[in-house]
């Protein structure tokens, strides 16, 4: 029998061992984890997950990034590519196949100085959070090019993000900003790129009021 230690796995299935931990309930519990498609721009994670943290009186969801490693070496290198994932995640994680083996003191320190989390993946292909992974300041642009990459984007009302390519039909709605294109100079062939979205839930809400208003 090989050793748990030096047994290697594959990327395919260390990314799904991963995909899965985002999404359990027991994991991180992320009601998204969509596919990295290699249009993503750099830093381009290894998976990501779409987390719901709003509640009954706000809308919020943080974006968790993951860089993945079949081993701890260059274990401080992959910690300084993890911390850059700051610049477009609320959450970022570094996960590594450890076999049998556990993250070291040293290992734990590095990454809570670089302000990452710590995903260990073991012989028995579970995924388990050692260290968890704080919150961060992102940069907004980077963060909204990330969703938009994802296929995702997030609603001017209620803050939610949703997916543009939805697998059932969504009567979702998209704002055209003309005036405020032209004032900064941003229609490019007399078309108009600037766009803010509204998801279902909000469209079905404004339509309520409007017919409210119509038949007092």
């Known amino acids: 029998m090989p050793d748990p230690t030096t047994e290697k796995l594959n ?114 292909k579970q995924c388990q959070r050692t260290l968890p992974a704080p919150l961060t300041r992102t940069q907004k642009l980077s963060r909204a090019t990330l969703l938009h990459q994802l296929g995702l984007v997030v609603c001017q009302l209620c803050a939610v993000s949703f997916s543009l390519f939805p697998e059932n039909e969504q009567d979702d709605a998209v704002l055209w900003n003309e005036g405020w294109a032209d004032r900064f100079g941003r229609i490019r062939n007399e078309s108009v790129y600037d766009r803010r979205h509204l998801c279902s839930d909000c469209v079905r809400n404004i339509r309520g009021l409007r017919s409210e208003a119509d038949n007092p």
């Open 11 to 124: 990327e395919t299935v260390l990314k799904e061992i991963v995909s899965s931990w985002l999404y359990s309930p027991s994991g991180l519990g992320c009601i998204l984890t969509p596919e990295i498609s290699k249009t993503v721009s750099n830093p381009r994670p290894d998976a990501v997950g779409i987390r719901h943290v709003g509640g009954e009186l706000n809308g919020d969801f943080e974006v968790v990034s993951v860089v993945i490693r079949p081993s701890t070496s260059r274990f401080i290198s992959a910690c300084g590519e993890a911390n850059a994932h700051s610049i477009h995640a609320d959450r970022t994680y570094l996960a590594c196949y450890l076999g049998s083996e556990e993250f070291d003191e040293e290992q734990i320190d590095i990454a809570l100085h670089l302000g990452i989390g710590l995903l260990r993946i073991g012989s028995n």
